[in-house]
């Protein structure tokens, strides 16, 4: 069974930080490709950063430059750390591993930037 399982998200107030994690169950990691993505209040889910197998990253503009999305395989688990957060970066977070066999998400983690 795989799982996928995300925490680190709550509340935060502008200018804060967060690191969120997922840790990974049931599949074998390192062969992932592991995202971040996110949905706001009222929008559509969007990819916020990407980490290949071999340690490669891309991020969504809004975020580059202060969220860095790091892996350790040897933990089953992929990290986003979040600098100079701001009210726009309200959404739960959502983790994704990909290979051609099959793509999983978790449940999400909340969250919350006070301005």
């Known amino acids: 069974q795989v799982q996928l399982v995300?925490?680190?998200?709550?509340?935060v107030q502008a200018g804060g930080?967060?690191?969120l994690s997922c840790v990974a169950s049931g599949i074998i990691f390192s062969i992932n490709r592991m995202?971040?993505?996110r949905q706001g209040p009222g929008k559509q889910r969007e990819?916020?950063?990407?980490?290949?197998?071999?340690?490669?990253?891309m991020y969504v503009d809004s975020v580059k430059g202060r969220f860095t999305i790091s892996r350790d395989n040897a933990k089953n688990t992929v990290y986003l750390q979040m600098n100079s957060l701001n009210p726009e970066?309200?959404?739960?977070?959502?983790c994704n591993s990909y290979v051609?066999?099959?793509?999983?998400?978790?449940q999400g983690t909340q969250v919350t930037v006070s301005s």
């Open 6 to 11: 995300e925490s680190g998200g709550g509340l």
């Open 35 to 37: 995202s971040w993505y």
């Open 100 to 106: 051609h066999t099959g793509e999983y998400w978790g």
């Open 17 to 19: 930080s967060l690191r």
């Open 47 to 57: 990819l916020v950063a990407r980490i290949t197998t071999g340690g490669s990253t």
């Open 89 to 94: 970066d309200t959404a739960v977070y959502y």
